[in-house]
């Protein structure tokens, strides 16, 4: 049995999905698509995600239900196992790795929108995800580094480290990757953010300034926050914009759409024009999936 406190070893997780281990199967799949403690191997990761969904698991039918939406809809009408292992190779892998083209909407900062980042069925999925996981969203303490309430910020949150992704969500982020032209090992855990109506997170920046102790340590392990992508999950709320103090620029994408900037100036120094704010939502609730991207790999 894979004991779930230690490091999983993707050789232990294969032969346990071999003997019919769906969350094995699931596990391996994400291991394979990031490429932890093994060559990245997309085709290995979708298997094991069919498999899974062969052997039962919920999860990877749904997963398979955004990716390759016509092969599931056709496996699950058959209720049958095998053609669930048949959805793998329906997934459209090359158009996943393809994400649109940005579109420049500001020069200083520099602030790019995507219409059309993730499709509304994976955007619902995420949320779906994170429903049961939100908790007080905090800010960086600049003495300790540690997380703590403010009142600038009083959305709601959750995180989604690496053992908590699955399939979707690591297309996001290669989405991501891809678009920012920024290495995999930056990326900080996928964050979804939930704003009530009335909730904000207020004027801020999200470089780090070495000033307080807390912010040089984390800075000395993780790097600069270089860039920041924010991924619109709905659209059936008022106001919320994403809004820049220096331009004015107010900003809300439709569902799916992404919106990123550059959070620091290509000779490396922060960009102060980048103070923004998420404003409040007037009526409804604003879901918005937020990729940090460090400039270099963490270091304990």
């Known amino acids: 049995m894979i004991d779930p406190t230690l490091p999983p070893d993707p050789a232990e997780l294969r032969l346990a999905s071999d003997d019919g281990d769906a969350e094995s199967a699931l596990r391996l799949a994400v291991l394979a698509a990031v490429g932890f403690r093994m060559a990245p191997d997309w085709s290995l990761s979708l298997e094991q995600l069919a498999r899974a969904a062969a052997l039962g698991s919920g999860s990877a039918r749904g997963q398979l239900a955004v990716l390759a939406p016509e092969a599931a809809r056709h496996a699950a009408e058959r209720a049958d196992a095998a053609a669930w292992d048949q ?3 329906k997934v459209d ?3 996943w790795l393809a994400p649109p083209r940005p579109v420049t909407i500001s020069q200083g900062p520099h602030v790019l929108s995507i219409p059309g980042f993730l499709p509304a069925e994976a955007c619902d999925w995420i949320i779906r995800r994170a429903a049961d996981r939100l908790g007080p969203a905090e800010v960086y303490d600049p ?14 949150a959750c995180a989604f480290d690496l053992w908590a992704l699955d399939m979707v969500m690591v297309l996001l ?3 991501v ?5 920024l290495p995999a090992h930056g990326l900080e855990p996928l964050q979804v953010l939930r704003y009530d109506t009335g909730e904000t997170f207020d004027w801020h920046v999200d470089y780090l300034t070495p000033v307080q102790p807390g912010l040089a340590e984390d800075m ?3 790097g600069q926050r ?3 992508v924010l991924v619109y999950l709905n659209e059936d709320y008022g106001g919320g914009e994403t809004a820049f103090e220096s331009t004015g620029l107010r900003h809300r994408g439709a569902r799916g759409d992404a919106l990123m900037w550059a ?3 290509p000779d490396g120094r922060v960009d102060t024009r980048t103070r923004h704010a998420g404003l409040p939502p007037t009526r409804g609730v604003k879901w918005v999936a937020s990729q940090w991207c460090r400039s270099g790999p963490p270091r304990r």
């Open 87 to 89: 959805a793998a190779p």
């Open 93 to 95: 892998l090359a158009s």
């Open 143 to 156: 003495a300790t580094g540690e997380g703590r309430r403010e009142g600038v910020r009083t959305n709601s």
């Open 173 to 175: 982020r290669e989405r």
């Open 177 to 181: 990757i891809r678009a920012t032209g």
């Open 220 to 222: 000395a392990r993780k």
């Open 226 to 228: 270089i860039a920041t």
């Open 263 to 265: 959070n620091t100036l």
